[in-house]
């Protein structure tokens, strides 16, 4: 996976309760990208950085923040967690903005 | 809408045999085209990338078709194996705002 991981790899968490899903990466990529996975949907971007604390939102940003104070670690925080934020979170990193290496996932489920 | 589609959902083939996937898009104008390997559990794993000028792109049993006039683009995989149990997604980069979009993906199914 490229000297990419993502913790936790599982999380159960309540409805209304602050998420934070951690992306670390080992190979000085100047680019991060957070993205959603659902049934019958592509991967969907949330929010990317393109160096330390440079971010932008992505298509699907609503209920999700993000920060990156080191090259390394790209954070993403579901301030208040619902049901519709149940899904497969990847984080990607890439160097030239070109091709995209994908972590293996984080799995949240909201209840 | 800049939209990605694959076809067919899902393919359940016999090992050894080859099979062939598609991607229709309507992004333009675009920058490249990729085809990413997703083994269950994991996250996407690049198998090519070609640039709007480029027809064909090889990665060993893989190879990537592209036809920009009618926006197509298909993976054929020859002499499959077990491994290649997997999703299978296409991926359009938007040229103007370098933004991936991708389709839902092909499942596909070797058996022995």
């Known amino acids: 996976d490229a000297g990419i991981t993502q913790s936790p790899r599982h999380k159960v968490t309540e409805t209304g309760t602050p998420v934070t899903l951690r992306c670390h990466q080992t190979?000085?990529?100047?680019?991060m990208y957070w993205y959603r996975q659902d049934p019958g949907h592509g991967l969907r971007l949330i929010h990317y950085?393109?160096?330390?604390?440079?971010?932008d939102k992505g298509e699907v940003s609503d209920g999700y923040s993000v920060s990156r104070s080191k090259t390394e670690d790209f954070l993403l925080t579901l301030e208040s967690a619902t049901s519709s934020q149940t899904s497969v979170y990847f984080c990607?990193?890439?160097?030239?903005?070109?091709?995209?290496?994908f972590g293996p996932g984080t799995r949240l489920t909201v209840t | 809408k800049n939209q990605v589609e694959q076809s067919p959902q899902s393919l359940i083939i016999l090992e050894g045999k080859n099979c062939t996937l598609q991607?229709?898009?309507?992004?333009?104008?675009?920058?490249?085209l990729r085809w990413y390997k997703q083994d269950t559990g994991r996250g996407p794993v690049s198998l090519t990338i070609?640039?709007?000028?480029?027809n064909t792109k090889s990665n060993g049993r893989y190879t990537a078709t592209l036809d920009a006039d009618t926006k197509q683009s298909s993976l054929h995989i020859t002499a499959s194996q077990l491994s290649d149990s997997a999703s299978y997604i296409c991926?359009?980069?938007?040229?103007?705002?370098?933004?991936?979009?991708f389709g839902t993906g092909t499942r596909l199914q070797v058996f022995p």
């Open positions: 990607a990193i890439s160097d030239q903005g070109t091709e995209q290496y």
């Open positions: 190979e000085n990529h100047r680019y």
């Open positions: 950085s393109y160096g330390v604390k440079d971010t």
């Open positions: 991607c229709n898009y309507t992004v333009s104008p675009f920058s490249n």
């Open positions: 070609m640039t709007f000028s480029e």
């Open positions: 991926v359009v980069s938007d040229y103007n705002t370098d933004k991936l979009i």
